[in-house]
């Protein structure tokens, strides 16, 4: 009965989910809707997110769609402060949209303005979020920011060494801040998905690759990763927040390796040092590094 109640709290409330457009945010969006929330998708790709919230609206559902770039402060608190305005609250945050830079390249082949970049967005974004929502919260007296962070957030990814720091700097900001919400209403929780089918798992849209590295070759690097669909981990992820877990990992079977991790560090350490393949070894990519003596530059997209 307990349970069935915590999956109602969707019904009637309001979201916003940040990166609605596509992969994880877009399902997201979508079961948010189906369980009666109504949601505004906010993303670069405004017209794609247009796509998904007309989607959303013939199947029966509410949603809008709003051109929102995560780095600008003042836009999200716009976007906050609009959607209050129209719907009368904001019951939930979803601070998800995020880029990744030089996936399966070692550091040694990334730009300044690469970590930058990835830091501005994946933290950036995150921090613009909680301003932007969480005092809002606090007066409302009840609201859930969810901040997508990553396995990546919680061990070791040797090849993505930018897009660890920033989901870590995620994971930190989100247990820190469940702690300090708890008394004032407000709950704050942490996805972390294992490696989830999204066009981020070649790229992305707006993130960066190392010359030398196509998205085939990181694709087949997170494939042998056992991926599962969007669709799926929204289903799981948003019964999870429901119940008000502060980290959820789905799929499950990625807590054993944070458990490990927990126990054995040096051991873990051990292996992903050993199972470290650097894609970015090319011919091009290491030559470039060689020649300039500084990281090759990330390819434009
Ligand atoms: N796919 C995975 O395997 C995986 C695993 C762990 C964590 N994640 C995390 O899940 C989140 C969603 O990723 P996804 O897999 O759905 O990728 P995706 O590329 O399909 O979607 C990311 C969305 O974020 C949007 N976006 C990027 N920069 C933005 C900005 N500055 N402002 C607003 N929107 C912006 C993009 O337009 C896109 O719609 C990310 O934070 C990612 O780090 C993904």
Redesign the pocket.
């Known amino acids: 009965m307990a349970v069935q109640s915590a999956l109602r709290i969707y019904k009637d409330a309001t979201a916003i989910i940040?990166?609605?457009?596509?992969?994880?945010?877009r399902a997201l969006a979508e079961e948010l809707a189906a369980r009666g929330c109504e949601v505004v998708l906010?993303?670069?790709?405004l017209e794609?997110a247009e796509e998904v919230a007309a989607a959303i609206r013939s199947a029966g559902g509410r949603a809008t769609a709003a051109r929102?770039?995560?780095?600008d402060h003042e836009e999200f608190e716009r976007l906050v402060e609009e959607t209050v305005a129209r719907t009368g609250r904001l019951d939930f945050l979803f601070n998800?949209?995020?880029?990744?830079h030089g996936m399966g390249a070692g550091a040694r082949h990334y730009r300044i303005e690469d970590w930058r970049r990835v830091i501005e967005?994946?933290v950036g974004?995150t921090v613009n979020g909680v301003q932007a929502a969480y005092n809002l919260m606090i007066e409302q007296g009840f609201g859930h920011i969810v901040n997508?962070?990553?396995?990546?957030g919680l061990v070791p990814s040797p090849g993505t060494t930018s897009y660890v720091t920033t989901?870590h700097a995620v994971v930190g900001l989100s247990h820190n801040l469940r702690a300090e919400a708890a008394q004032l209403g407000v709950r704050v929780s942490v996805l972390c998905?294992?490696?989830?089918r999204?066009?981020?798992?070649e790229g992305?849209?707006?993130?960066r690759r190392v010359e030398g590295v196509t998205s085939e070759a990181t694709r087949e690097m997170?494939e042998q990763k056992k991926?599962i669909s969007?669709e799926k981990f929204a289903r799981k992820a948003l019964d999870e927040v429901a119940r008000n877990k502060g980290v959820v990992i789905v799929p499950g079977f990625w807590k054993l390796f944070w458990l490990l991790f927990r126990l054995a560090p040096k051991f873990c350490l051990n292996i992903a040092t050993k199972n470290f393949k650097d894609l970015g070894r090319s011919p091009a990519a290491v030559g470039r590094t060689a020649r300039k003596g500084s990281a090759a530059p990330a390819e434009e997209r």
């Open positions: 940040t990166g609605g457009a596509s992969g994880i945010g906010a993303d670069l790709q794609q929102l770039d995560v780095t998800n949209a995020g880029i990744s967005v994946n974004g997508t962070a990553s396995m990546a989901k998905p294992g490696v989830i999204t066009p981020f798992i992305g849209t707006y993130g997170w991926p969007p």
